[in-house]
C-alpha cells in the first residue's frame, strides 16, 4: 500500500534556525509530491510542489525541498525559521495519472521567539 | 479568483438530523474533493469528482452522500451520522488530468454530532 512518513512529529526551533522536515514515501511509479502548510486556525496552503525537472524546487516563503528519487524522499527546508513559520506542515504525494493525494502525518512546528 | 469557500463554518447536528455542507469554487477547475481531518491527524480522502462525475469513494459510509451538481459546487449530504464522525471536513479543487495537480483548498466545516 502507498504510505507517507513524516519522522518528526513535533519540532521546536528558535528564530533564526535552520529547518528540515523528512517525508518518505513508498511507491514505485512517478510521483508528484507536494509541501502543504496549515496555520493556526488557517486552511491548507501550498507551499511548494514538485512534478519533473530539477529536484530542487523553490517555493514561498523561503522554504525549498529536494527529491531524491533513490531515497524516495522529499524533504523540505528553510534556512532561517520564523516565529510566523509555526504552523503544521504535511507532505503529500500523489501518483502521477491519479487524483489520489496521500497525505503524511504531519509535522507541528513551533518557533520560539 | 483562488478561492474554495465552505459553508457553514460550524455545524452541530443530533444523530438524526439530515444536513448538508456546501462547497464553490470559480476556478474552473474540473475536480473536486472531500476529506475528512481529525484533530492532529492529516486529511483522509472521501470522495472525489471529476467532470461532475464520482470517480473515487473510498469505502466512506452511505451516511455520507455527495453530489455535484455542476462544474462550480460540490456537496455532501448528512443522515444519521455517529459522534465519531465529528471532525473537519474539507473541500478542494483542482485542474482535472492525468497528472496530479495543486489542489487548492478551502477553509472547511467544523462538523460536531451529539
Known amino acids: 500500500a502507498q504510505s507517507v512518513s513524516q519522522h518528526n512529529h513535533h519540532v521546536i526551533l528558535s528564530e533564526a534556525a535552520s529547518l528540515e522536515l523528512g517525508c518518505n514515501y513508498s511507491?514505485?511509479?512517478?510521483?508528484?509530491l507536494f509541501w502543504y502548510v496549515q496555520y493556526p486556525g488557517q486552511h491548507l496552503q501550498l507551499l511548494l510542489k514538485?512534478?519533473?525537472?530539477?529536484?530542487l524546487v523553490k517555493g514561498i516563503k523561503g522554504f525549498e525541498a529536494e527529491f531524491i528519487k533513490s531515497k524516495f524522499s522529499f524533504n523540505l527546508r528553510k534556512p532561517s525559521v520564523q516565529w510566523s513559520d509555526t504552523a503544521e506542515y504535511f507532505c503529500?504525494?500523489?501518483?502521477?495519472?491519479?487524483?489520489?493525494?496521500?497525505f503524511g502525518t504531519g509535522t507541528r512546528l513551533k518557533v520560539l521567539a | 479568483d483562488t478561492e474554495v469557500t465552505q459553508t457553514p463554518k460550524h455545524l452541530v447536528m443530533g444523530m438524526t438530523n439530515k444536513k448538508s455542507l456546501k462547497c464553490e469554487q470559480h476556478?474552473?477547475?474540473?475536480?473536486m474533493y472531500w476529506y475528512k481531518q481529525k484533530a492532529k491527524k492529516p486529511p483522509e480522502l472521501m470522495f472525489v469528482?471529476?467532470?461532475?462525475?464520482?470517480?473515487i469513494n473510498e469505502s466512506v459510509p452511505s451516511r455520507f452522500s455527495p453530489e455535484c451538481p455542476n462544474s462550480s459546487l460540490l456537496n455532501l449530504h448528512l443522515h444519521a451520522l455517529q459522534p465519531e464522525d465529528s471532525a473537519l471536513y474539507l473541500c478542494?479543487?483542482?485542474?482535472?488530468?492525468?497528472?496530479?495537480?495543486?489542489?487548492?483548498f478551502g477553509p472547511g466545516t467544523r462538523l460536531t454530532v451529539l
Open positions: 511507491y514505485g511509479g512517478t510521483v508528484n
Open positions: 503529500a504525494v500523489a501518483p502521477s495519472g491519479t487524483y489520489k493525494y496521500i
Open positions: 469528482y471529476s467532470y461532475e462525475k464520482l470517480s
Open positions: 476556478m474552473g477547475h474540473r475536480a
Open positions: 514538485y512534478f519533473s525537472g530539477d529536484p
Open positions: 478542494a479543487s483542482s485542474q482535472p488530468s492525468g497528472l496530479a495537480g495543486e489542489q487548492f
